[in-house]
């Protein structure tokens, strides 16, 4: 009873961090993940779990296990979308302070044309309710869908220059956005924005076309060139695509954006975003966790797009967790053969999560451009087998 007594009495020394989980041999427990897992390299594999815990201190930290090489280089596709999305909202708040102009979500936008060829957008209202076009309508087209145009949206708001420095000055270093999405453009042309008109109210801003450019490198990473051969107007280019001047980030740059967006309170060891508002910072945060089915502006129709299409692990954790208790919050992405799922994870009946990132490269023929990636035949299954395995292991333990 008395070294009972002295042991309550004692200062505690603070529980040992969790290790950090061997995904290899974990994901090697299901023999359908083989194929990718013996051929990592080929499938420029990567996966990046975060697990947050309690420090001594009485702060959140991630304990992060880690499988792949993180400076092969993968492309983020819709994935940076989150990126753009955060640094619209940056740019609205400053202008708003430097203006005390009141720009906000409910900000309605149109783009000017700039470029020959171009014809004045106010935008796809066709699935808005209220029949206009604002700057979070475009977000949620933007997170829930991955609408490309949104993106663009957000591209000639901030320019080149902003989206980058939006994200380096919240500690992501890595972030390389040379380029909008589904927009064929010269290097010079993605330097320059269109002209822009924000109405909020009776108030009217023209934000005019600007060489917004800013000088970009992806040194940081290695085997930029993919593939045997790609498609380029109809013709076939027998050599590899080379990826060295499009947008890049690392992948636990990815995650940790998604980190700062839905858990602001964990430390990653980074600024952040500090300069988002609790309104905006809950409505990105609804949008990433929204399926689409679940929109009420926009709508969307589940038989068009199913739960799954827009949260590539979903199928692998609700075999764990059922679900109406799954809560994923996530931006995928999905081009020229890459899969690359951002993610938290939660079941809402304990509130506790974890965060997954991963990214698979599927182009058997390796031609790109062909459209024949073996998205549905290889990518699928395995973003299934690795979000139900990784899920049953931090949700249910051994």
């Known amino acids: 009873m008395l070294l009972l007594l002295l042991g309550l009495l004692l200062p505690q020394e603070p529980a040992a961090a969790p290790a950090p989980r061997d995904l290899a041999a974990l994901l090697r427990s299901e023999p359908k993940l083989a194929a990718v897992l013996d051929d990592a390299r080929r499938f420029r594999l990567q996966v990046l779990l975060a697990e947050p815990v309690a420090t001594a201190k009485g702060r959140l930290e991630l304990v992060r296990s880690s499988l792949g090489d993180e400076r092969q280089y993968f492309y983020p596709a819709s994935s940076i979308k989150l990126c753009a999305g955060i640094a619209a909202l940056?740019?609205?708040?400053?202008?708003?302070?430097?203006?005390?102009?009141?720009?906000?979500?409910?900000?309605?936008?149109?783009i000017e044309p700039t470029f020959p060829g171009d014809v004045r957008i106010v935008g796809d209202t066709s699935n808005v309710v209220d029949g206009s076009l604002s700057v979070g309508h475009l977000l949620r087209k933007m997170l829930l869908v991955s609408d490309n145009a949104a993106f663009n949206h957000c591209y000639e708001l901030c320019g080149q220059k902003g989206l980058n420095e939006a994200m380096w000055s919240g500690g992501f270093a890595s972030v390389r956005l040379w380029h909008r999405l589904a927009e064929s453009r010269t290097l010079a042309e993605n330097q320059k924005t269109r002209a822009l008109v924000l109405r909020n109210g009776d108030h009217e801003q023209v934000v005019a076309s600007r060489d917004a450019g800013i000088e970009l490198e992806n040194?940081?990473?290695?085997?930029?060139?993919?593939?045997?051969?790609?498609?380029?107007?109809?013709?076939?280019?027998?050599?590899?695509?080379?990826?060295?001047?499009?947008?890049?980030?690392?992948?636990?740059?990815?995650?940790?954006?998604?980190?700062?967006?839905?858990?602001?309170?964990?430390?990653?060891?980074?600024?952040?975003?500090?300069?988002?508002?609790?309104?905006?910072?809950?409505?990105?945060?609804?949008?990433?966790?929204?399926?689409?089915?679940?929109?009420?502006?926009?709508?969307?129709?589940?038989?068009?797009?199913?739960?799954?299409?827009?949260?590539?692990?979903?199928?692998?954790?609700?075999?764990?967790?059922?679900?109406?208790?799954?809560?994923?919050?996530?931006?995928?992405?999905?081009?020229?053969?890459?899969?690359?799922?951002?993610?938290?994870?939660e079941d809402t009946r304990t509130g506790r999560g974890f965060f997954l990132a991963i990214v698979i490269y599927t182009n058997p023929d390796g031609v790109l451009n062909d459209d024949q990636y073996a998205y549905a035949e290889l990518a699928d299954p395995f973003l299934d087998g690795v979000g139900e395995l990784i899920t049953r292991a931090v949700m249910r333990g051994p």
């Open 219 to 345: 040194g940081l990473w290695h085997e930029l060139d993919v593939g045997s051969a790609y498609l380029q107007g109809g013709k076939k280019v027998d050599t590899p695509m080379s990826f060295a001047q499009k947008n890049a980030i690392l992948l636990q740059d990815l995650q940790d954006v998604l980190v700062e967006t839905v858990r602001p309170e964990i430390d990653t060891g980074k600024l952040g975003f500090p300069g988002l508002s609790t309104e905006q910072r809950a409505f990105v945060v609804k949008a990433l966790g929204e399926l689409p089915r679940e929109s009420t502006n926009p709508r969307y129709d589940a038989a068009k797009v199913p739960d799954h299409s827009c949260k590539f692990i979903l199928r692998g954790v609700r075999k764990v967790i059922p679900a109406e208790h799954v809560r994923i919050y996530e931006k995928i992405g999905r081009a020229y053969g890459f899969s690359v799922e951002n993610a938290y994870v």
């Open 90 to 110: 940056l740019q609205l708040n400053q202008e708003n302070r430097a203006r005390g102009t009141g720009l906000g979500l409910a900000t309605s936008v149109s």
